[in-house]
Each structure stands twice: as C-alpha cells, then as structure tokens.
C-alpha cells in the first residue's frame, strides 16, 4: 500500500466525523550515516514558518511528534486549523 | 494504526534493500471548504527551498505526487540524497 492510499483510507474515515479544517505534514528521513546531527528539528521551525505565510496558526494548535531511530527519523506536525482563518493570496 | 507506525512498517522493509539517504515529505490537507485555492503547489516549492538550506538536492532526483479530492488534498515529496550531500550546519 503506498503512503497515499493510506492517507485516503485514514481521510474517508475521519471526514465523517470532524469537517475541522487540518494539515498535518510528515517528514520522514532515512539516513546513511548516524552520526550526523539531525536537521529536522530545525526543518521543523522553518516549515512552520513557511505554513504560516499561507494560514494563521495558533502554536498551540500543533501537535509535533518526532521519533528517532537507528537510521530512521521521522517529523509529525499536527495542524488544528482556524475555521476562518485563511489569508487570500 | 497511526502515521508513524506506518512509516515504522515501511521502512524496516525498505531499509534492507536500500542504503540510500532519502527524505519523504507529506503534507496532507483536509479542507472545510472547497472552493478556496490550494496552497500546496506554492508550499511545495517553499519546503523544497527550505530543505536545500540544509541539503544539496538535485531536482531530477525529486519525485511530486499531489492529489487533490473533494475536501481532501496530498502532496507527496521524495527525494533521493547525494551520498555525500549534506552541508553541515
């Protein structure tokens, strides 16, 4: 199954029951070599960032899980949207 | 089963296989309201500019898949890191 059918088969569920506007980015990085220091922590400030020239977000609205493995990291960002709270471009 | 644990799944597969660097990069948007215009395209250009602060990305070595349904859009990046790409912050 490819990460995008998982993303449909999680979507038509919670449709269902929440019409909460959400965005919620993954970040998954395999590494070769473990030693080097890890960007995403600060990939994360930077997308977070970036998001936020196109929608209002309330910091206290996201949800960051971050999970470090031998040769795996992986980023979670969590985003409650506002329900009006979109700038136009 | 959550996010991470999917990738969890996916990647003790796809890691005996391949000794590649590579980032994968979801962004997946439920939306309240249809008619406004997505931002994901011009996100998707911005998260690219993010992440080569961090690495040398060559862009034939990025693959996009967006896919965008009723109230439902995805943005799939995956790229594969140069062997030595990486800029040390």
Known sequence: MGLLDYFRSTQSKGSANVAKERLQILVAHDRAARSRP???PQLQREILAVI???VDIDMDAVTVNYEQEES???LELN???PDA???EL
């Open 38 to 40: 890890s960007y995403l």
């Open 52 to 54: 936020r020239k196109y």
């Open 72 to 74: 795996h990291e992986v």
């Open 79 to 81: 985003i409650i949207l």
């Open 85 to 87: 709270g979109h700038r």
